[in-house]
């Protein structure tokens, strides 16, 4: 049997952290255990009745809502729980129907239904609770209502890649449409109508494509038609193309390097921002006394009626512009409901706005400062504020010598933003610039307008995010992130890519170019073989690879790293034994380059010995001298006992007396040998034995 139970509870709204008022028509479920109540207002709590208090342990309470009798069959509920906590182990179920053999339409546990909402099929739904006996929480607050049928029905839309931003190559865009009904409310999505509005152009159908002119916020609106039902539903989608970001300061730490030398790459990305409505009058307007500067901005994005309330909605309004004498300008603001500001009234002047072309000022602009007027300005009125004095050369190439100017910045209106209050955001906001005085002119060449950043709509307002930054070579390797270290070791001209990833999935990139110069490239030589014998000096000299590298290179020796004063040409005597080095530059790149020769020596005494057994057996079979080889031309004689010479030799290293017919017994020998020049001599006694 249906019941119908109203409960009256007095809420304490300090407990209750959402908008009730203070009466309130409030469901616990203890209370309500085994009822259905009907009802399509009310607020659906646990046991403890409010947000702190917690339920008990080993509670199973079970509750159903219906639609009331006389709400008819187009009315089915929807629950929303407003706020959800319960303890490990404990569970609300929620069921589309009359108990729980009905589909399932949420599990409860932890927190996780808080802010979720559910739509039934039907007109009736069951809840069922169950905690266990550990622990408990501060439970749920849910709110009740009833729906008609086409009030659950929604209409959306598709891409490929699931999102609506995109990059601005991305040519034509395939939408399709899409409907549904929110939960299990009943109703056939087989037979949906589709149209679509981009901004004036109008399109039928599921799939429909659309192309865009470049970077923006697009929005489209796209409508739904249940031909069985009759249900409709629309809504605005934005498509969003990514802004191209600035690469201004992308650089190299230096555009010419020496080869094998290191250097940086520093990489710099601004993602630029995107407003969806005009913000700024770019423009170049002559005034004078008889020809003031009247612009507008037209503003329609905001919602109908918003409106400036107190001073700081209107966050500030810039003029750039040039002018002989800032005392006999006058700017005036006025919003769309005719209301007007004086941002600067005239005044006793003396001091330029810019850099202003006074010799031939009606024909040639010249350098504009952006002066801006707001309520938070770091300057006083321009009235107030001091001059300063600078000298230039103006755009027609004349030179002004310490001339009196107000710098550019942001400035006190002279009158309140608050006499704006009322006035609607939509609509013309227009700028106007007066010249009282004949004889003293200059240019506008732009102004800009900007409101509270809380009124503008944020679907036409965004900034890509950079998500990734890095650095590739010009084969397309990557070298490093940003910033990156890169070192090359042969000359030539390199380039080098700075590539960055937004948020949209854009790839954007900018090149730097460096040079790298080649380096000497040559070696040390020695006019003797290393090692040298103990006691010799050695010639060493610079010779380069390729002849005639050397003729503006310059020297530094090194002895074991350390310079040796004095020695500056391509030769040096070594006389110590040690590693050598020579720093060489090229004078006219600046580029050096370190080479290095270790010098040691050897023991080449001579080692004779006094006798040998010329038998043939291949161990010592000839008068051979050890280290002979170091002493290159040497001489050999060889006398019999009798004095007669029975050998002789004119470079005897390797060309050995094997004693060749004569018998055994003693011989003289006689050995002349050099030495760098020095001449030596030494005899003794060989002996044959057979």
């Known amino acids: 049997m249906k019941r119908h139970l109203t409960t009256l509870f007095t809420v304490n709204l300090l407990l209750i952290p959402f908008l009730l008022s203070a009466q309130s028509v409030i469901f616990p479920i203890h209370l309500h255990n085994g009822q259905t109540i009907e009802t399509c207002n009310g607020y659906f709590v646990d046991s403890g009745g409010d947000t702190l208090t917690h339920y008990g342990n080993n509670q199973v309470f079970e509750t159903s809502f219906r639609v009331p009798e006389l709400s008819g069959n187009n009315e089915y509920i929807r629950i929303r729980f407003l706020f959800f906590e319960l303890a490990a182990g404990d569970t609300l179920y929620v069921y589309d129907g009359a108990d729980k053999s009905a589909p399932l339409l949420a599990t409860g546990t932890g927190n996780n239904l808080r802010g979720r909402e559910f739509w039934a099929a039907g007109q009736v ?43 601005p190559n991305i040519g034509a865009i395939t939408f399709t449409g899409s409907a549904r009904y929110l939960g299990g409310t009943p109703g056939n999505t087989t037979n949906i109508s589709y149209s679509w509005n981009f901004e004036g152009t109008l399109r039928q159908g599921a799939i429909v494509t659309q192309t865009y002119p470049g970077p923006g916020a697009y929005p489209f609106r796209v ?29 190299p730490s230096v555009d010419t390097v020496c080869a094998g030398l290191s250097f940086n790459l520093f990489g710099s990305v601004q993602p630029r921002r995107w407003t969806g409505f005009p913000t700024i009058v770019e423009s170049q307007a002559y005034i004078t006394q008889n020809l003031p500067f009247i612009s507008s901005l037209n503003f329609g994005v905001f919602p109908a009626g918003t409106q400036l309330m107190q001073e700081s909605d209107l966050n500030r309004v810039c003029i750039n512009i040039e002018h002989e004498d800032f005392g006999h300008l006058q700017f005036e603001l006025e919003c769309p409901n005719g209301t007007s500001v004086l941002l600067k009234d005239y005044s006793i002047g003396g001091a330029n706005l810019g850099e202003p072309v006074i010799f031939a000022a009606e024909s040639i602009a010249g350098k504009g400062y952006e002066y801006c007027f707001s309520k938070s300005a770091p300057l006083g009125k321009m009235s107030e504020t001091s001059f300063q004095f600078h000298s230039y050369t103006d755009l027609a190439g004349d030179f002004y010598n310490n001339q009196s100017y107000l710098p550019a910045g942001t400035y006190l209106p002279d009158e309140s933003f608050q006499n704006f ?250 050995l002349t040998y050099a030495r760098l020049g020095k001449r030596n001599q030494t005899q003794g006694i060989i002996t044959i034995v057979k």
């Open 421 to 670: 209050a009322g006035c609607p955001l939509n609509g013309n906001w227009a700028m106007r610039a007066r010249d009282r005085i004949s004889g003293t002119s200059g240019f506008v060449l732009g102004w800009s307008l900007f409101f509270n950043d809380r009124f503008y709509p944020d679907s036409l307002i965004f900034i890509p995010a950079i998500t990734q930054q890095s650095w590739h070579d010009q084969n397309g390797n990557k070298i490093g992130n940003n910033p990156a270290t890169a070192l090359l070791n042969t000359k030539g001209d390199y380039q080098f890519t700075f590539r960055a990833l937004d948020n949209f999935g854009c790839s954007w990139d900018t090149i730097v170019r460096v040079t790298v110069l080649p380096l000497p490239n040559a070696k040390i030589v020695s006019d003797i073989e290393i090692p040298v014998c103990r006691g010799d000096s050695t010639l060493l000299t610079v010779i380069p690879e390729l002849a005639g590298d050397n003729r503006l290179w310059l020297y530094q020796w090194m002895l074991e790293g350390a310079n040796m004063a004095g020695r500056v040409s391509d030769t040096l005597m070594a006389k110590t034994m040690a590693t050598y080095m020579v720093r060489v530059t090229d004078s006219i790149t600046g580029c050096d380059k370190i080479f290095d020769l270790a010098v040691f020596d050897q023991n080449c005494d001579l080692r004779i010995p006094n006798v040998f057994t010329p038998n043939g057996d291949g161990m010592n079979d000839v008068f051979e001298i050890e280290n002979l080889e170091y002493y290159p031309g040497s001489v050999m004689v060889i006398y019999n006992r009798h004095g007669r010479k029975v050998f002789e030799n004119n470079d005897y290293y390797l060309n050995w007396w094997d004693g060749g017919n004569q018998p055994a017994g003693t011989y003289y020998y006689v």
């Open 125 to 167: 739904v069951f809840l069922r609770f169950v905690s266990d006996n550990v622990t408990t929480a501060r439970g749920w607050m849910a709110k009740f209502g009833c729906f008609g049928r086409c009030d659950a029905f929604r209409a959306g839309a598709s891409t490929a890649t699931g999102s609506f931003d995109f990059c």
């Open 223 to 251: 409508f739904a038609i249940d031909n069985n039902t009759g249900c409709q539903a629309d809504t605005i989608i934005t498509v969003r193309l990514a802004t191209i970001p600035s690469f201004n300061n992308t650089r």
